[in-house]
């Protein structure tokens, strides 16, 4: 157990919804990450938030946003679903004080888009 | 911008097959490459950084290794529980200040069979 959490699990919805990922990171740490991951393209870095800040931004869509609450967890909003955006999604925590690579990953949001 | 590449895609071992595991990557300026493992079901699993050429690292019957163009994971004996998806990443220094973004591969699927 990395001690990160994330829900749902599962989603199903139909193309054109919204839906709200979350995420709670490990006790203590001020980093989140959103990956996405999906059969073709691996592992894609979406965005990084550091105590509430945006730090980091990947390709993330603009039909995507993210923010970080003051209690630390984020949330990840995927807004006029496509059925290519069915993919499984990864928060993952750092401590953020010092960059060692070493990310902590929930077990994922899988999203399937009808 | 950076790359990684993973071959070969999927491996399928005998218990005790040795075999190595390829990652070739491309980054302007090598921060770290990082090996990671993931479970079916599951997030990624962080195994090792490697820093600089010629630097190696060791856990259980994994063995990492790093040249200036790739790294390989060796698994000289592997057994069953060994089976799973390896993931290479890297992170560059022109990665924005104080991110800990990775870029990954897409992976290695491993199988070992008793």
């Known amino acids: 157990d990395s001690g990160v959490t994330q829900t749902p699990k599962h989603l199903i919805t139909a193309t054109g919804q919204r839906v709200t990922l979350r995420c709670s990171p490990r006790?203590?740490?001020?980093?989140v990450y959103w990956y996405q991951q999906s059969l073709d393209q691996g592992l894609q870095f979406l965005i990084q938030?550091?105590?509430?800040?945006?730090?980091a931004k990947g390709n993330i869509l603009e039909r995507f946003s993210a923010q970080q609450f003051p209690d630390l967890h984020s949330e990840l909003n995927l807004s006029s679903l496509e059925l290519g955006d069915s993919a499984l999604y990864f928060c993952?925590?750092?401590?953020?004080?010092?960059?060692?690579?070493?990310?902590?990953f929930g077990e994922g949001s899988r999203l399937t888009v009808l | 911008e950076d790359q990684v590449t993973q071959s070969p895609e999927a491996l399928r071992l005998q218990e005790g097959e040795s075999s190595s595991l390829n990652c070739s990557y491309t980054?302007?300026?090598?921060?770290?490459l990082f090996w990671y493992r993931q479970d079916p079901g599951k997030g990624p699993e962080f195994l090792f950084t490697?820093?600089?050429a010629g630097e190696e690292k060791e856990k259980e019957r994994l063995k990492a290794t790093l040249t200036k163009k790739e790294s390989f994971l060796h698994i000289p004996a592997p057994k069953p529980e060994d089976s799973a998806t390896y993931l290479c990443?890297?992170?560059?220094?022109?990665?924005?200040?104080?991110?800990?973004?990775?870029?990954f591969g897409k992976g290695m699927k491993l199988t070992v069979n008793p």
């Open positions: 990443a890297v992170q560059g220094w022109g990665t924005q200040g104080g991110s800990e973004k990775l870029v």
């Open positions: 006790s203590g740490d001020l980093s």
């Open positions: 938030y550091y105590n509430g800040e945006e730090r």
């Open positions: 993952a925590s750092t401590p953020g004080t010092v960059p060692t690579g070493e990310l902590f």
């Open positions: 980054v302007s300026g090598l921060r770290g």
């Open positions: 490697l820093y600089s």
